[in-house]
């Protein structure tokens, strides 16, 4: 009873913290998206509190937390009563309407969630590179009030040295009474499938959308990362939101919509170091946007360097600064970095790889059941019957390919990231981009238009 | 029929022809049936310690049997403990896949070094087994420590 209360104070606390971005960023959406994007960017704040107060060398204790955690939530909504006059006209009556055919697949993904939900709450963290970083970190920060704590006199691995996205997240949740901590990763799974769910339903009629986000989370992979803990589903989680708004920044051309987008994948470099590097991937894309909408050369480069800007600056704080500064063990991380790029044979080796070993294959269908093959499907048909992307379709395929690529590329510039653990996981980011395509493809497209035509019989 | 109960049988159509599928049958058996019927026993042994040991089983209480053993030896004195490699038990039959030092800390709050450690040095016990139990021993000189790491390293060591 205490815990759930306590887990309701802190998701009201992150709603808070994620409305103050919001009202900050004068950023209306609907209702829909409103609450799971505000908890979204609430947990992302949260992520930060722990490892600013290490930065500032603050002892990590319960009042310490408390007071960062409240003074955070009361500056981030110096806008609140203007932001929820705002909100209020924006939405109008509210009218919770749930249709006949949306609840099969509603009842589904309900009963996949709780099961997730429940194994998130029950069991300890679990993974190895969990437990040997940042779960050993948060466990001790408790003890000893501190990031830099006897964890470090021990024999390590490379697992320490990783961004304190999810050890600051152990620590508020571990201080707060779960002795797991973990529950916050239910928060960004339940936020985001409901984050999705809007998002989708703007181009596809509902029954697809519930079949898109069972087809999503039935890939093995994914699933069992919505209550296991590491780093690479909040990491999908912040890419496809950032993605989200920043082609919706092409669209509208509203300024506030980039920030978002670039914080968000500022969050998602936070959480995983090396999305910075898929962050300039998607450069083109912004460039040759603000070249369509008639900004000169020069302001179309501004635009990418300031997208990327947050990006860079949580990477610099979170890596080189909070390695090499604060913690009392070396780790070079140049030396991770490949030196000889010359020899593009790695690079092609590995793109060979992912294809021949994780995607296209009998362990691919093990890891990601048949979900690549309906994306596939759903391509062919577009490109062979339909023949016409929308500009929505062809940005996400875009970010289909930024991964699907990216990931080579990463895997030769750093070779530490090896192709049945690191990949495979980080593969689990272009799960949402590609049922964001095919929402927004001319073959659902269609069939969203058959569903809205009236039938009797 | 309107459109609305039309939709309702296709999406339950949709649905079922979609877990049946062999993949997806299978998966749904071994993984939501499965969590389903974990649930019922789990909500029985809500206790901390039944879920680590229930998560992690033996190389949690064997790690905590061997920290719970370094303290009553070694009392409150420095303490690291060498413990050799998951295939050294497994010689002598015994089932424990020895964690790597940080996570045996994160387990028991005690320091372990492996055998091929540059800090191996640096231990004054180590586990070993006997008679088949896992006993733990100081080490009384260097050569000793030194012929035991010897012995120890011929294990294969890895995670």
């Avoid at chain 1, 209360?5 to 998206?33: E, P």
């Avoid at chain 1, 497209?445 to 035509?453: D, T």
Wanted: hydrophobic share 50%; with cysteine; glycine share 4%.
């Amino acid at each position: 009873m205490i815990s759930a209360l306590l887990f309701l104070l802190l998701t009201l606390l992150q709603l808070s913290a994620g409305f103050g971005m919001l009202s900050l960023l004068r950023i209306n959406l609907k209702r829909g998206l409103f609450f799971p994007v505000c908890l979204l960017l609430g947990i992302a704040v949260f992520s930060l509190i722990p490892f600013i107060l290490q930065l500032l060398h603050i002892p990590i204790a319960p009042y310490t937390l408390n007071a960062a955690i409240i003074l955070v939530c009361i500056f981030l909504n110096a806008r609140f009563f203007s932001a929820i006059q705002q909100v209020r006209s924006a939405w109008g009556k509210f009218r919770f309407q749930v249709r006949l055919y949306e609840i099969p697949s509603l009842l589904v993904i309900v009963f996949l969630l709780s099961l997730s939900a429940w194994r998130c709450y029950y069991h300890p963290p679990t993974p190895r590179d969990l437990l040997a970083g940042a779960e050993a970190i948060a466990e001790f920060t408790i003890r000893e009030g501190s990031m830099i704590n006897s964890v470090f006199s021990v024999d390590v691995s490379n697992n320490v040295f990783k961004p304190p996205f999810i050890a600051s997240l152990q620590i508020i949740y571990k201080s707060a009474g779960f002795p797991f901590g973990q529950v916050w990763l239910s928060t960004i799974v339940v936020s985001f499938v409901v984050f999705l769910y809007h998002a989708l339903s703007e181009r596809t009629h509902k029954v697809l959308v519930g079949l898109l986000l069972i087809f999503m989370l039935t890939v093995p992979e994914l699933y069992a990362y919505t209550f296991m803990v590491l780093f690479d589903f909040p990491n999908a989680v912040f890419f496809c939101c950032s993605l989200y708004f920043l082609f919706h920044f092409f669209e509208n051309r509203q300024r506030n919509f980039f920030w978002l987008a670039a914080l968000l994948m500022g969050i998602a470099t936070y959480v995983r170091s090396e999305t910075f590097v898929l962050s300039f991937l998607l450069l083109p894309a912004l460039f040759l946007s603000q070249l369509k909408n008639k900004k000169t050369f020069y302001r179309a480069l501004l635009a990418c360097v300031l997208f990327v800007v947050p990006a860079l600056l949580l990477y610099f704080v979170s890596v080189p600064l909070y390695i090499n500064y604060y913690l009392p063990l070396s780790y070079p991380v140049s030396e991770q970095v490949n030196t000889n790029l010359a020899d593009l044979g790695p690079l092609f080796k590995r793109f060979a790889d992912i294809n021949t070993e994780l995607i296209f294959s009998e362990t691919g269908i093990v890891y990601y059941g048949y979900f690549i093959f309906i994306f596939l499907l759903v391509l062919i048909t577009d490109l062979v019957f339909i023949r016409r992307f929308d500009r929505n379709a062809l940005n996400w395929l875009y970010a289909v390919l930024v991964i699907y690529l990216g990931f080579p590329l990463l895997g030769y510039l750093l070779p530490l990231l090896d192709l049945h653990h690191s990949t495979k996981r980080g593969l689990l980011k272009i799960f949402p981009l590609m049922v964001m395509y095919m929402a927004n493809s001319g073959v659902f497209r269609w069939f969203s238009e058959k569903m809205q035509r009236p039938y009797h019989f | 029929m309107n459109r609305n109960w039309l939709l309702f049988f296709l999406s339950i159509a949709l649905i079922t022809g979609y877990f049946l599928l062999p993949h997806n049958l299978s998966w749904f058996r071994e993984r939501p049936i499965a969590y389903t019927n974990d649930f019922f026993r789990e909500r029985q042994k809500m206790g901390i310690e039944e879920r680590l040991t229930g998560r992690f089983g033996g190389r949690y209480t064997l790690s905590k049997y061997l920290a719970a053993e370094l303290r009553k030896r070694a009392g409150n004195g420095g303490r690291v403990l060498l413990v050799p490699s998951t295939s050294y038990f497994k010689n002598y039959g015994i089932d424990y896949h020895v964690p790597e030092p940080v996570v045996f800390y994160y387990y028991t709050k005690e320091h372990i070094v492996w055998p091929d450690s540059p800090n191996a040095i640096r231990a004054n016990w180590y586990a070993h087994v006997r008679n088949g139990q896992v006993v733990i021993d100081s080490v009384t000189d260097k050569q000793t420590l030194a012929d035991t790491l010897a012995f120890f390293n011929k294990f294969e060591i890895a995670l």
